[in-house]
């Protein structure tokens, strides 16, 4: 892997989602180790620019809202992708189908009163280019069947279309397309880097119902995360990365130690300069200037 080269990432929740990406490295690769103990597994993307280091999370928003905002941080990637699975909340987005988030929702936003529960969602929008490369990724694709729609994020397996959550979900985000438990943490982390281009891709590997652990028994995750992991792969290679003179600073390249992932030139902030994880061998000294200097 060349350090010259950008970094994409690509994160999963599963083991199967995370099997489903690393079948497309190619060549050697390689595992690095944070120093708070998160791996990540770098290679390449065969005919692309891209280096691409792949994690598996585990579940839940939170936690990758957490270990995303560290990942991002340690590796400075161009590109972010949450890659997997999701439930199916459309009559006429079948199971194997993959949705690419348009945006996606955190639904238990809101506020409990004597008049009933009144939604306070957030919403983040993928990334115009990203959904620009998907959208031409897709019309070349002729065995997955995409659409670029809403997803809705949540902390809850859904498994009872017919349950009050099920009910709300419908009222609430009625252009909802999927439901899954990771995207709103990813998408979140992204926004706050500011210039990350992030995108949630789902596989369709069941309809959120009560038949929810029958499709699983069929094979239906193995399939929905390949496909997912086939639209995420064919987006990047649509995508191409931003010229250093454009896009966000390159980071260090991951393949150094992770002791020194905060290691960075100093950076002027309007005020003050951020000389955080600079290494210094002397003192220094800093002075406020006049209007005269």
């Not at 350090?3 to 079948?23: C, G, K, S, W």
């Not at 991002?72 to 194997?96: H, M, N, S, T, Y």
């Not at 609430?172 to 992030?198: K, R, W």
Request: overall charge negative; some cysteine; proline content about 4%.
């Amino acid at each position: 892997m060349s350090a010259n080269q950008p970094t994409a990432v690509i994160l999963t929740a599963l083991p199967v989602e995370y099997d489903a990406v690393r079948a497309h490295l190619t060549g050697e690769t390689e595992e690095l180790e944070h120093d708070d103990g998160t791996r990540v597994e770098l290679g390449r993307l065969d005919g692309t620019s891209w280096n691409l280091a792949i994690a598996e999370l585990g579940e839940g928003a939170m936690n990758a809202a957490a270990l995303t905002t560290q990942i991002v941080g340690w590796l400075r990637p161009q590109v972010l992708l949450f890659v997997g699975v999701a439930g199916g909340l459309k009559d006429d987005i079948e199971i194997g189908d993959v949705v690419v988030g348009t945006k996606v929702y955190a639904v238990h936003g809101g506020k409990q009163t004597p008049d009933g529960f009144q939604a306070r969602p957030e919403a983040w929008r993928g990334s115009h280019r990203l959904l620009q490369s998907a959208r031409s990724a897709l019309r070349g694709m002729e065995d997955v069947r995409g659409h670029l729609k809403p997803i809705a994020c949540g902390d809850v397996v859904l498994a009872d279309d017919k349950s009050a959550f099920a009910d709300y979900i419908r009222r609430t985000f009625n252009d909802a397309c999927a439901i899954e438990m990771e995207g709103s943490g990813a998408a979140h982390a992204a926004h706050l880097n500011g210039q990350l281009d992030a995108l949630v891709i789902r596989g369709i590997s069941d309809r959120a119902n009560a038949r929810k652990h029958k499709a699983d028994a069929s094979g239906s995750q193995t399939r929905a995360a390949e496909r997912a992991a086939s639209v995420a792969v064919a987006v990047l290679r649509k995508q191409r990365p931003r010229d250093a003179s454009s896009g966000p600073e390159e980071g260090p390249h991951p393949r150094r130690e992770a002791g020194d992932r905060d290691r960075a030139t100093a950076t002027y902030g309007g005020d003050h300069i951020d000389f955080r994880g600079g290494t210094f061998h002397g003192p220094v000294i800093g002075k406020r200037l006049g209007p005269d200097d």
